[in-house]
C-alpha cells in the first residue's frame, strides 16, 4: 500500500499521452479512497470501543439519547454490534419505540441478534410480534427463539399461539429438545391441559430434572385425582439415576396435601430428612407443615413444627389449615403456643388467621384484643391484617369501625373491597355496597368471581329483584357468567325472587348443568306449584348422568306427595333405597310425611318404625 503513491508518480512522469494521464489520476484517485476507507474502520472501531462503556453507566433515557445521537453523527448507526447494545439499553429503560426503530434499522440474517433482543425486551406481546417479524423475513428460529415465545405465550395465556409454537418446534425437530419440552409443559400446565402436558413431557429424548420438576409442578397446580400421576413421575424420575431436589419435593408435596394422601406425604417428609433436602429451608419447612394440616393430620403438623426450626410461616400453615377445618379454637390455643412456648414472633398474617379463626367462633372480644395490642405495639396495618379486622368488625355488627379501618388503607385491593361490600350486605346496607362496587371499579381495581358471587346471595337472601337484575347484567357485560358458581348463583336468585320463566331460561342456557343446577330449579318449580316439572325434571337428571343426592331427592318427593302420586312416589322410594340415600334422616322423614300426605299410613308408620328401629340399633 505504501509502495503505490511511488508507483503513481513514477507512471504519471513517464506518460506523455493526455489519455494515458487521465488513467492515472483515476487510479491515484480510487487508491485515495480505499485509504481513506482503511482509516475510517480503524476509526470506528476505535469509536466503538470509545462507547461501549457508556452504556454500562447510562442510568436513564435522556442520558441514552445524548449517547445515541454521538454514535449517529460518527457514522456508526448501522454497526450491528454497537446497535443492538442500543436495542437493549432503550428496552431495559423501558424505551420500546425507540428500542424497535433502532432495531429495524440495523434488522439482518444473524438470528442471535433476534434471540437477544427477545430476551430485552421482556414484553409478552412485544416478543410475540418480534417472533412474527422473524418468520416473516424467513429467517431461521432455534431453540432458544422457540423458548422465549413459549413463555411469552404462557404469560399471556394464549393457548392457541401456543399450539401454533408445538407445530413450529415439530417441524424444526426441536419438540424432543427439553428446553422446548420444559416450556411446553409449563404452558400447558398452567392452562390445565394435563393431557397436552403429558403428551410434551413424553415427546422429550433426553429429560432432566427440569423437565421432570416441570410435569410434576403442572400437577401440583391442580385438585384432582389425575394428579396422582405426578408420584409415578417422581418414580420414573429416580429410576433415571435423578436426584428428587428442593423444588421438585415441595411440589409433591402441595400434590399430597391437595389429594390428601398423608401416607405419600409421609413418605416425602422422611425422604427429605434421610437426604437431608432443604435443611432449614423456610418454604420446604412450611410445605411441609401444610401437607399435614390439608391431610388432617394436625398432631404430626405440630410435631413438624417442634423438630424443625418453626419459622413464622409454617406455623401460618398451621393456623389457616385449622382455621379451614373449623378448629378455631384449637387455632388461637397454637398462636399462644407460638407467642409463649416458641418465642415465635408473629406477623400480620398470624394476626389475620387468628382474627379469622375468631369470626368463625364470634369470638369478637380476643379479635378486638389483637387490633388493641397492634396499636399499642404501634404495628401498621397491612391490606391482609386489616381486611381481617373487616370481616371481624362487620359481623359484630361495629359497620362504622369496619368502614373506618378501610378508609385508612392507603393501599386497598379486591379482597379488602369484597370484605368492605360484604360487611354492608350483612348489615342490611345494600346502597353502599352498590355504590363501593361503582368507587371501586373507578379507582380502576376490577371486580372478582366473589364480588360478584357475595352481590348475587345478599340480593338473593333480600328477595331484591332490581339489584339482582342490576348485578345479573354486571356479570354479563364483564364476562363473569362464564362461571358455573355465578350461573348457579343467578339462577338460585330469580328462583327465589319469583321470576320462574327467567330461572328456566338461564337453567336451559347452562352448558354444564351440575347438581346444585339441577336443585335450584327443582326447588323453584316446587315452590311455585309445578310439581309435575320438579319430577319431570328429576328423571332428566338422571339421564344426563347425575346421580341425585338427598336435597334433590327430598324435592322429587315432596313434589309427588302434593300431587297425589303413589305409584311416582314409591319409584323415588325404591331409588333411595338402591342409593342408600334412605338412610339419611331428612330422606326418611320426607318420605314418611309423603306416604301419610298419600293417603298410605301404613306404609308411613312401617317406614317410621323399621327406620327408628335400625336407627337406635346402629346407635348401640
Not at 332 to 351: A, G, R
Not at 600 to 607: A, M, P, T, Y
Request: aromatic share 10%; hydrophobic share 45%.
Amino acid at each position: 500500500m505504501m509502495m503505490l503513491p511511488i508507483l503513481l508518480r513514477n507512471l504519471a512522469g513517464n506518460t506523455s499521452s493526455k489519455f494515458d494521464k487521465i488513467a492515472v489520476l483515476k487510479l491515484r484517485r480510487r487508491v485515495s479512497a480505499s485509504t481513506a476507507d482503511a482509516n475510517s474502520g480503524s476509526n470506528k472501531i476505535l469509536n466503538f470501543d470509545k462507547f461501549a462503556p457508556l452504556f454500562h453507566v447510562c442510568a436513564d433515557i435522556r442520558s441514552l439519547k445524548k449517547i445515541h445521537c454521538h454514535v449517529f453523527t460518527h457514522g456508526l448507526c448501522w454497526d450491528v454490534i454497537l446497535g443492538s447494545k442500543i436495542v437493549s439499553c432503550y428496552a431495559n429503560l423501558g424505551a420500546l419505540p425507540e428500542s424497535r426503530f433502532v432495531f429495524q434499522k440495523i434488522v439482518n440474517d444473524e438470528l442471535s441478534l433476534w434471540n437477544s433482543t427477545m430476551v430485552d425486551y421482556f414484553r409478552a406481546e412485544e416478543v410475540i410480534i418480534l417472533y412474527k417479524r422473524l418468520k416473516l423475513h424467513q429467517i431461521g428460529s432455534d431453540g432458544k427463539t422457540i423458548t422465549f415465545v413459549l413463555k411469552s405465550c404462557t404469560e399471556l395465556e394464549n393457548l392457541y399461539l401456543g399450539k401454533g409454537m408445538h407445530v413450529d418446534s415439530l417441524k424444526l425437530g426441536l419438540s424432543g429438545d427439553k428446553f422446548v419440552g420444559s416450556s411446553l409443559i409449563v404452558l400447558y400446565s398452567k392452562l390445565h391441559r394435563m393431557d397436552d402436558s403429558l403428551g410434551a413431557f413424553k415427546e422429550i429424548i433426553d429429560k432432566d430434572v427440569v423437565a421432570y420438576t416441570s410435569m410434576i409442578t403442572g400437577y401440583s397446580e391442580i385438585v384432582d385425582s389425575l394428579a396422582w400421576n405426578a408420584f409415578d413421575i417422581a418414580i420414573d424420575m429416580m429410576q433415571d439415576n435423578l436426584e428428587v431436589n428442593r423444588v421438585t419435593l415441595i411440589s409433591l408435596l402441595q400434590i399430597a396435601g391437595n389429594l390428601r394422601a398423608l401416607k405419600e406425604g409421609k413418605s416425602l417428609h422422611c425422604y427429605s430428612i434421610r437426604r437431608a433436602i432443604g435443611v432449614s429451608d423456610d418454604i420446604l419447612e412450611t410445605s411441609i407443615v401444610n401437607m399435614y394440616t390439608r391431610c388432617g393430620a394436625y398432631q404430626s403438623a405440630v410435631a413438624a413444627l417442634q423438630n424443625l426450626k418453626g419459622t413464622a410461616a409454617a406455623w401460618n400453615a398451621m393456623l389457616s389449615g385449622l382455621t379451614r377445618a373449623g378448629q378455631s379454637f384449637s387455632a388461637i390455643h397454637h398462636m399462644s403456643m407460638m407467642l409463649h412456648e416458641h418465642k415465635i414472633t408473629p406477623d400480620s398474617v398470624t394476626f389475620a388467621n387468628v382474627i379469622s379463626a375468631c369470626v368463625e367462633v364470634c369470638y369478637f372480644g380476643y379479635a378486638a384484643g389483637i387490633h388493641a395490642y397492634l396499636i399499642r405495639r404501634s404495628i401498621p396495618l397491612d391490606v391482609v391484617l386489616a381486611t381481617a379486622l373487616v370481616k371481624a368488625y362487620s359481623k359484630c355488627k361495629k359497620i362504622m369501625r369496619s368502614r373506618h379501618l378501610f378508609h385508612q388503607l392507603i393501599v386497598k385491593d379486591a379482597v379488602s373491597y369484597n370484605a368492605m361490600m360484604y360487611g354492608y350486605l350483612q348489615n342490611g346496607m345494600a346502597n353502599e355496597a352498590t355504590s363501593l362496587l361503582n368507587y371501586m371499579m373507578a379507582e380502576g381495581i376490577a371486580p372478582d368471581f366473589a364480588t360478584v358471587l357475595s352481590l348475587l346471595a345478599a340480593f338473593a337472601d333480600q328477595r331484591d329483584l332490581v339489584r339482582g337484575r342490576w348485578i345479573h347484567g354486571f356479570a354479563v357485560r364483564h364476562g363473569f357468567c362464564s362461571d358455573g358458581d355465578v350461573e348457579n348463583q343467578i339462577l338460585y336468585m330469580y328462583s327465589v325472587c319469583g321470576k320462574t320463566a327467567a330461572a328456566r331460561a338461564i337453567f336451559d342456557l347452562l352448558e354444564k348443568k351440575s347438581m346444585v343446577s339441577w336443585t335450584a330449579m327443582m326447588k323453584c318449580c316446587l315452590s311455585y306449584g309445578h310439581g309435575d316439572e320438579v319430577v319431570r325434571l328429576f328423571h332428566l337428571m338422571q339421564k344426563h348422568g347425575e346421580k341425585p343426592d338427598s336435597m334433590s331427592l327430598v324435592t322429587a318427593v315432596q313434589a309427588v306427595s302434593e300431587l297425589g302420586h303413589l305409584d311416582g312416589l314409591k319409584k323415588i322410594h325404591c331409588f333411595g333405597y338402591r342409593s342408600l340415600l334412605e338412610k339419611d334422616q331428612i330422606t326418611g322423614n320426607s318420605l314418611i310425611s309423603a306416604y301419610a300426605k298419600c293417603g298410605r299410613l301404613d306404609l308411613s308408620v312401617g317406614l317410621f318404625f323399621s327406620w327408628n328401629t335400625e336407627t337406635w340399633i346402629l346407635g348401640m
